[in-house]
């Protein structure tokens, strides 16, 4: 269903649809959200179809960032009354309208903030690269958590359970670290999947941890692959760290506290194995990275 979406609802067509027909986010939002039911799969399939192709488009000044961080907010705030032919934002309501049917207040307002913050990333990172500003390390840091878009997709574990959690929990320390430590990871690991075909195409040091590490740190391609690779394995030690201090509230929500942490600890899986399969990044079987050559400009 989320395949013909992209037909229906986003009107692509061959050949622009043939690279996100091949994402095949219909399996990847299965292996994150594994116990998600066919309904909630779908929706979750159709933000992750959305999230791909409005990105792209802005990424590439497709479409205006600003103009479609306004329009699709305002879509999410108002999905009856709000009304644009703007492609992104259609696609947005699209999807929305379903999200509505089973979320809860906390949740609905988490998924719209975490949008907002991703839309505001977004912008920035346009801006960055037309004024050539690189970032060091910790400036990337702070920024990749918002433009990876993952915070949505957070709230997400919280619709597909159907659960709908405290405000006083989710602005806990330990619930904050764990989602950074779950974000660090899956942003990072893509980066260094990424890496290779950015490279190709002369855009890797704008937003890569691995061109970043490269320019910040002084370290040689491998060096920087390998420096990504140990900060990946230290959020998994900082996401175990934080899971080993967990407070305790009452019993049902502690119940889900649990059930949103082992989906933070699903999204951590299953983007790894997503990533290892998808056309996208083209990960050979021996798992070693062969440079493509630059394209010409």
Known sequence: MSDQWLTDV???????????????????????YPDADAFHLRVCAEFFNWTFVIDDRMEYSVVDARETHESCILAFRDPINFDTEQFATKMSKSFFSRFKETAGPGCTERFIHGNELFFAAVVKQVDDRAKGNMYDLESYIVQ????????????LIEFVARIDLPDEVMSHPVIMALEDATNDHISWSNDIFSYNKEQSRGDAHWHNIVAVLM???????QGAMDY?????????QRFETNRAILPSWEEEVDR???VY?????NWIVGSLHWHLNSPRYAVAPDRIIRLLPRRPL
Request: glycine share 8%; proline share 3%.
């Open 215 to 221: 320019h910040d740190r002084g370290l040689d391609l």
């Open 256 to 258: 889900q506290v649990a």
């Open 228 to 236: 990504a690779g140990q900060m990946c394995k230290d959020a998994i």
């Open 10 to 32: 986003a009107q692509l067509v061959e050949p622009e649809i043939r690279e996100y027909l091949d994402l095949d986010t219909g399996a990847y939002a299965a292996v994150c």
């Open 261 to 265: 942490v082992e989906g933070l600890q």
């Open 144 to 155: 990749r958590r918002n433009v990876v878009g993952l915070k949505p997709c957070f709230a």
